[in-house]
């Protein structure tokens, strides 16, 4: 069964640096999605992505985020300066484009020292 | 704008119990309703989904939600629990557009005990 993969599964960096946490969605899926979520607490939407551009962003993606389709099969979240806040677990999820299912890959932990 | 409040944070349970996970919604618009399962340092996995159609769905691992729209409600049951359903459980709903956000609940957290 085809899944959504992502990597690597922890990353740990120090605040200020910059990361890029990897995601290959489902081959034919059409929209991308990243959420977060901080330990202990709920998943958050961070971003949308649809036709090589953001759909729809939440008030957490702020300019610190961007989000990229280098090619046709990974999906990439780049945090330009990491905060000790942006410690979470990252998940990456895609909709094919007659479901409305989202397949969610198995998160990044982004610890931030 | 949408919101989900699920009303309990921890619910403990003696194995074979029956269960019942609760989920309330608010939104303006109609809107898809979701149970994912986080197992333990993995990620999360679909159980069911209502988008339309009989207000009783089932899922996987023997789980079933009924959609109330006259109360906003969409609460899972489970009618005999297993160690292995322990685990975090998140409600989330989705508007009825092709490539929407989801938006989660607070989550759940099932323990069985033996």
């Known amino acids: 069964e085809p899944e959504v993969t992502q990597t690597p599964s922890h990353q740990v960096t120090q605040m200020g640096q910059e990361v890029i946490l990897r995601c290959v969605p489902i081959s034919n899926h059409l929209y991308f999605y990243w959420y977060r979520q901080i330990l202990g607490q709920k998943v958050e939407f961070l971003v949308s992505?649809?036709?090589?551009?953001?759909?729809?962003k939440s008030e957490i993606f702020d300019d610190q985020f961007s989000v990229e389709r280098p090619d046709g099969s990974n999906f990439t979240l780049k945090i330009r300066s990491t905060k000790l806040e942006d410690s979470a677990m990252y998940f990456c999820?895609?909709?094919?484009?007659?479901?409305?299912?989202?397949?969610f890959g198995p998160g990044t932990r982004l610890t931030v020292t | 704008a949408q919101s989900v409040t699920q009303l309990d944070s921890q619910v403990p349970v003696f194995e074979e119990a029956p269960v019942e996970l609760r989920c309330n919604y608010s939104s303006s618009v109609s809107v898809y309703l979701f149970w994912y399962v986080q197992y333990p340092n993995q990620g999360l996995q679909l159980l069911l989904k209502?988008?339309?159609?009989?207000?009783l769905v089932k899922g996987i691992n023997g789980f079933e939600a009924e959609f109330n729209k006259s109360q906003t409600s969409f609460h899972l049951r489970k009618p005999s629990v297993h160690i292995s359903d322990t685990a975090e459980y998140f409600c989330?709903?989705?508007?009825?557009?092709?490539?929407?956000?989801?938006?989660f609940g607070q989550g759940t957290e099932l323990s069985v005990k033996p």
């Open positions: 999820a895609s909709i094919g484009s007659d479901s409305y299912e989202q397949y």
């Open positions: 992505f649809y036709n090589n551009e953001i759909s729809e």
């Open positions: 209502y988008l339309s159609g009989s207000t």
């Open positions: 989330a709903v989705g508007r009825l557009n092709q490539g929407g956000k989801l938006i």
